[in-house]
């Protein structure tokens, strides 16, 4: 019995051995099982902890690129002026303003081609045809569509310009008009045009009209303004020590909007007006009387705004005075659109020699310039095609550059898959531009707060002894200081 007792305690021992092991391995592998979940569960909370710090370290750095990106826009655009966009709702028939043109794009123009003005402007239609001729050969036209350029002559009269300009767009079917010559002569259309929604691009005067953005949208300016010229001139003179100053000016539109801006700007820089004379934009004859009244004035300065051929005639009389009155010694400035080497070296007598000017476009004249200079070669080349025997550095320049700006805005119509008058006028009026012919330096630019195209200019200064006009000083860019006008 006791051994059959002792034998069963043995079985008990080992059954209650096995049972603690049994447990002690469940409890094991338990806690195990506890261990790698509560490992896994912070794996998985470490791990989406981690991509969640990512996705917000992302979206943050989104935002913030976006946020850099649009402050660059809005600086970008804040730099570049606001944008202009023309109102078609306004126009005669809207449809017709927004329609898109097919085929050739006919752009005209109606210049003085006879008459006394013709000395001076008639070389400006053929820079307009040598550019026309020059970019329909080299790029096939705009996107497909030939140009077409149809220039009438109004003889400089205001009356003739406004039959002229309602053949162009009722019997030629222009889309546009480009570098109609004169104040008075863009003046007597530019109510009907902005009515009809027709672009009137770059009206060559430097009148302030052309900047009047929100009461005639579709008018636009070529020539740099004359209260830029005269701010130039008047500042000019006044560093020279002027304090009097004489004017001598055509009587007509132009004119006086020259003797207004200089007025303005000589008063701002404490020059006083102590002579002005005046002649009438007919008149042919010798201005001895007008000239020796300014002389007999004495004024440090003398600014002249003469027509065509009166600038070689004022500027004759300017020699003839100087000759008989060896103590005067004023200095003459004569407005850019007398700068034409034609009209300064037809002066024998001295009378040009010394006086100013001032131009924003290079001197093809310039044989460096005609030589090195591609924009200059490009357009020589383009002009001597024509076969026009004009001065390619007179006015012809001009001409070409009112083609230049107005296909410009025509180009950047179609790439932005607008082309149609309104199309042509809001990328007239949004533009950033330098063309081929435009001084190193100086931009065209314009947008909704700046009507102006072209406001900087570089003084020069006619040379007997050269035949030609040199430098004086750097381009002055005073882009943006005119804003817009509001008559």
């Not at 570049?80 to 329609?99: I, N």
Request: charged residues 20%; glycine residues 10%.
């Amino acid at each position: 019995m006791l051994a059959a007792c002792g034998g069963s305690d043995d079985s008990s021992d080992s059954d209650a051995s096995e049972a603690e092991t049994d447990v002690t391995e469940a409890v094991d592998e338990a806690e195990t099982d506890v261990t790698e979940a509560v490992e896994e569960a912070e794996t998985d909370t470490t791990e989406a902890m981690e991509e969640a710090e990512t996705d917000t370290t992302e979206a943050m750095e989104e935002a913030e690129t976006d946020t850099t990106e649009a402050m660059e826009e809005e600086g970008d655009e804040a730099a570049s002026g606001a944008v202009f966009a023309v109102d078609t709702s306004a126009c005669d028939d809207p449809d017709e303003a927004t329609a898109p043109i097919d085929g050739t794009v006919k752009i005209g123009s109606s210049i003085p081609l006879s008459g006394g003005p013709a000395v001076l402007f008639a070389p400006f239609a053929d820079g307009q045809q040598a550019y026309i001729d020059y970019y329909n050969s080299e790029f096939g036209g705009v996107d497909g569509h030939e140009l077409e350029l149809v220039v009438k002559d109004d003889q400089y009269t205001a009356d003739l310009t406004v039959a002229n300009v309602d053949e162009l767009v009722f019997d030629e079917g222009v889309h546009l008009l480009s570098g109609i010559i004169g104040s008075a002569n863009n003046l007597a259309i530019q109510g009907d045009m902005n009515a009809q929604c027709i672009p009137q691009l770059n009206a060559s005067t430097g009148a302030p009209d052309w900047g009047e953005v929100d009461t005639n949208p579709w008018t636009t300016g070529l020539l740099v303004p004359y209260a830029i010229e005269s701010q130039v001139w008047a500042e000019q003179a006044a560093a020279d020590g002027a304090t009097t100053a004489g004017l001598f000016y055509v009587n007509n539109e132009f004119g006086q909007a020259y003797a207004d801006a200089f007025g303005e700007a000589a008063e701002a820089n404490g020059i006083e007006i102590v002579a002005s004379e005046t002649i009438e934009a007919a008149d042919s004859g010798a201005p001895s009387g007008q000239v020796t009244n300014l002389v007999a004035a004495d004024p440090d300065t003398i600014l002249a705004v003469p027509l065509g051929a009166q600038c070689i005639a004022f500027m004759t009389e300017l020699g003839n005075q100087q000759a008989a009155n060896p103590d005067f010694d004023a200095s003459v400035y004569q407005t850019a659109t007398c700068a034409n080497p034609v009209f300064f070296g037809a002066v024998t007598n001295g009378g040009a020699d010394g006086v100013f000017t001032s131009n924003n476009l290079k001197d093809v004249n310039d044989p460096d310039v005609a030589a090195n200079d591609e924009g200059a070669a490009a357009y020589l080349a383009a002009f001597e095609a024509t076969g026009s025997d004009a001065d390619p550095g007179g006015i012809a320049a001009a001409g070409w550059e009112s083609m230049e700006i107005a296909v410009k805005a025509i180009q950047e119509a179609a790439e932005a898959g607008n082309l149609s008058r309104e199309g042509i006028i809001n990328a007239a009026r949004n533009v950033d531009y330098s063309s081929l012919l435009l001084l190193e330096g100086l931009n065209y630019v314009m947008n909704a707060e700046d009507g102006f195209l072209a406001e900087g200019t570089q003084v020069r200064v006619w040379s007997d002894e050269l035949a030609g006009f040199e430098s004086v000083g750097d381009p002055i860019d005073l882009n943006g200081t005119l804003g817009v006008y509001t008559p």
